[in-house]
């Protein structure tokens, strides 16, 4: 499975973004998958999962701002992120496990994409 993070830009405090982690090679439909993020001289640090079964888990600085939607016939995953602040800036990475059920390390991993949100 390869994974594609896209979506990120340069945006104000207070506005919106969506990022999207397409799978290729795969159907990922019944995947776990899961955002992170790393922000500068910071390690990464879990943002977001959901499961194969569609249940979701937050980290507490996102829960309420971030929500997860997929597409099954484009392989997408999206993250809808909103009212962004500046410490949600950082290099924005989507992964995906083998199964259902999410754990980790997770097992694939795409490329970032960055966010960034002024003040």
């Known amino acids: 499975v390869q994974l594609q993070a896209s979506g990120g830009g340069l945006v104000q405090a207070g506005a919106s973004l969506r990022l999207s982690c397409v799978a290729s090679?795969?159907?990922?439909?019944?995947?776990?998958v899961g955002w992170y993020r790393q922000a500068p001289g910071k390690e990464r640090e879990f943002v977001a999962a959901i499961t194969g079964g569609g249940a979701t888990n937050f980290a507490d600085s996102v829960r309420g701002r971030f929500t997860f939607s997929r597409d099954n016939a484009k392989n997408t995953v999206y993250l809808q992120m909103i009212r962004l602040t500046p410490e949600d800036t950082a290099v924005y990475y989507c992964?995906?496990?083998?199964?259902?059920?999410?754990?980790?390390?997770?097992?694939?991993w795409g490329k970032g994409t960055l966010v960034t949100v002024s003040s």
């Open positions: 992964a995906a496990n083998r199964g259902p059920d999410w754990y980790d390390p997770m097992d694939y």
């Open positions: 090679g795969s159907d990922f439909s019944s995947n776990a």
